[in-house]
T-cell receptor
Framework: KAGVTQTPRYLIKTRGQQVTLSCSPI?????VSWYQQTPGQGLQFLFE???????NKGNFPGRFSGRQFSNSRSEMNVSTLELGDSALYLC????????????????FGPGTRLTVT | GNSVTQMEGPVTLSEEAFLTINCTYT??????LFWYVQYPGEGLQLLLK?????DKGSNKGFEATYRKETTSFHLEKGSVQVSDSAVYFC????????????FGQGTELSVKP
């Protein structure tokens, strides 16, 4: 079974630009969650999408947004990039529903390393 | 609020030493608890999990027991190997927020031959 894939793996952007990251979940998984990982703040939850609807949201500004498609693939977008947005962005997929905790065992992709200059 | 606290690293051990990484949590409700491991340049891998008090999660020689009375989920391994060198994250999720993991700050483990 193929794992979670994220594209691109590396990205360099300039302040003020916007960026879109993509995540393809494990086949059969309907939930995709996004996390930001930085040395200073650690791993922080951005949002979760389930069946094309945002189900949970973290404490990030509105510049961070996401969406999910009918095939469960998800994208996240960051507009008006700031230097502080430089981070490893991880997505994770889960079944999203059913018996706990199996339904919420999150399987992570390798991440997208975003550098903002 | 809900949070996870881990012992600070880095932790440096010799091969075959005993490992303990402490993890305590604060949660409103009854969380499920997880340990994830991150090897250099990679994403996170689920190491083990537990869903209720006194549950013991185990995998690859690692163990952790869900202690409700002490709100703890300490990770242990009897004999570490060089290949165990990685960053270990303790995490929780609540039933009504299953897609949201709350992580500890991570503990870097370095095992020397």
């Amino acid at each position: 079974k193929a794992g979670v894939t994220q594209t691109p793996r590396y990205l360099i952007k300039t302040r003020g630009q916007q960026v879109t990251l993509s995540c393809s979940p494990i086949s059969g998984h309907r939930s995709v969650s996004w996390y930001q990982q930085t040395p200073g703040q650690g791993l922080q939850f951005l949002f979760e999408y389930f069946s094309e609807t945002q189900r949970n949201k973290g404490n990030f500004p509105g510049r961070f947004s996401g969406r999910q498609f009918s095939n469960s693939r998800s994208e996240m977008n960051v507009s008006t990039l700031e230097l502080g947005d430089s981070a490893l962005y991880l997505c994770a997929s889960t079944l999203g529903a059913g018996e706990v905790p199996r339904a919420y065992e999150q399987y992570f992709g390798p991440g997208t390393r975003l550098t903002v200059t | 609020g809900n949070s996870v606290t881990q012992m600070e690293g880095p932790v440096t051990l010799s091969e075959e030493a005993f490992l303990t990484i402490n993890c305590t949590y604060t949660a409103t409700g009854y969380p499920s608890l997880f340990w994830y491991v991150q090897y250099p340049g990679e994403g996170l891998q689920l190491l083990l999990k537990a869903t209720k008090a006194d549950d013991k999660g185990s995998n690859k020689g690692f163990e952790a027991t869900y202690r409700k009375e002490t709100t703890s989920f300490h990770l242990e391994k009897g004999s570490v190997q060089v290949s165990d060198s990685a960053v270990y994250f303790c995490a929780l999720t609540l039933y009504n927020q299953g897609g949201k993991l709350i992580f500890g700050q991570g503990t870097e483990l370095s095992v020397k031959p």
